[in-house]
């Protein structure tokens, strides 16, 4: 599995670099920069424009009734501000309303699933309150394991 992350992480890389050597040829060095630049201002304006609906969500509001919308433009923002024209593009892909739902949907089953797989499964919630030394708390007292002898003391304040 990391050794698969780590090939997908130098894949992206190579295709970014690639990306910004090949506008270099074509369009000189001082485009390939302004490309990368103007795509992280304008990852500030869309991250200034999503802060109070995080700012809102993070105080224990609702999500807004726009599915997320106002949130989308704070992951847009962050992706346009990483360099590199891939991480852009998803940035932008992000703010199309019928790919923003697409990716909400796949993303919030992977979280489903993730959050599933990290709790213990086949886990009875209450067999802790049942269950006292292994024997069932519905049983008579006797057969409860013997603690030893009750030591009663009395004690003075000094």
């Known amino acids: 599995m990391k050794a698969s992350l ?3 992480m130098g894949l992206y890389l190579l ?3 690639l990306i910004f050597w090949g506008i270099w040829r074509l369009h000189g060095l001082l485009l390939a920069l302004g490309i990368n630049f103007a795509f992280f201002l304008l990852g500030l304006i869309f991250l200034r ?14 999500l807004p009734a726009d599915g997320g919308g106002q949130i989308a433009y704070s992951v847009a923002g962050v992706l346009l501000m990483l360099p590199g024209v891939l991480t852009s593009l998803a940035g932008l892909l992000v703010l199309v309303p ?3 739902r697409a990716l909400q949907r ?3 089953a992977y979280l489903g699933r993730a959050i599933f797989k990290s709790t213990p499964q086949g886990f009875d919630v209450f067999s802790g309150f049942r269950e006292y030394g292994g024997k069932d708390l ?3 007292e006797s057969d409860v394991a013997d603690l030893g002898e009750v ?3 009395e004690y003075e304040e000094i």
């Open 6 to 8: 780590l090939w997908l």
């Open 15 to 17: 295709f970014e670099l």
């Open 49 to 62: 424009a999503g802060r109070g609906s995080l700012r809102r969500f993070q105080l224990g509001a609702s």
């Open 98 to 100: 019928k790919t923003r």
């Open 106 to 108: 796949v993303f919030s």
């Open 138 to 140: 519905g049983e008579r």
């Open 151 to 153: 030591i009663d003391v």
